[in-house]
Nanobody
Framework: VQLQASGGGLVQPGGSLRLSCAASGRPFSRYGMAWFRQVPGKEREFVAA????????FYTDPIKGRFTISRDNAKNTVDLQMNSLKPEDTAAYYC??????????????????WGQGTQVTVSS
């Protein structure tokens, strides 16, 4: 499956952005999806995951209550709505996919397919 992320940009603290990841290739129904983020010099870290067909989600603690992951299975997309953004949310954001086996995964190594990063910068 090929993944294409979009929607990054520059936003002021407290603002919102919506990232989108479009999947193509193999049937979207086979995949659990996730968003990770990475800043230079640090490991890529888990942000949020969503099951197939989207009934379950899981979030890392720093973004709980501010970010929402969702998927549109008809459009083969997975989105990350980011509200109340903080400067520490600044990072390159990556979407990822793994073969769905019933379990939400949070480790980078559990994901096989990756999109290119989209940069989110939160600054005044």
């Amino acid at each position: 499956v090929q993944l294409q992320a979009s929607g990054g940009g520059l936003v002021q603290p407290g603002g919102s952005l919506r990232l989108s990841c479009a999947a193509s290739g193999r049937p979207f129904s086979r995949y659990g999806m996730a968003w990770f983020r990475q800043v230079p010099g640090k490991e890529r870290e888990f942000v949020a995951a969503i099951s197939w067909p989207g009934t379950r989600t899981f979030y890392t603690d720093p973004i709980k209550g501010r970010f929402t992951i969702s998927r549109d299975n008809a459009k083969n997309t997975v989105d990350l709505q980011m509200n109340s953004l903080k400067p520490e949310d600044t990072a390159a954001y990556y979407c990822a996919a793994n073969e769905w086996n019933g379990l939400l995964k949070v480790r980078r190594d559990d994901y096989v397919y990756w999109g290119q990063g989209t940069q989110v910068t939160v600054s005044s």
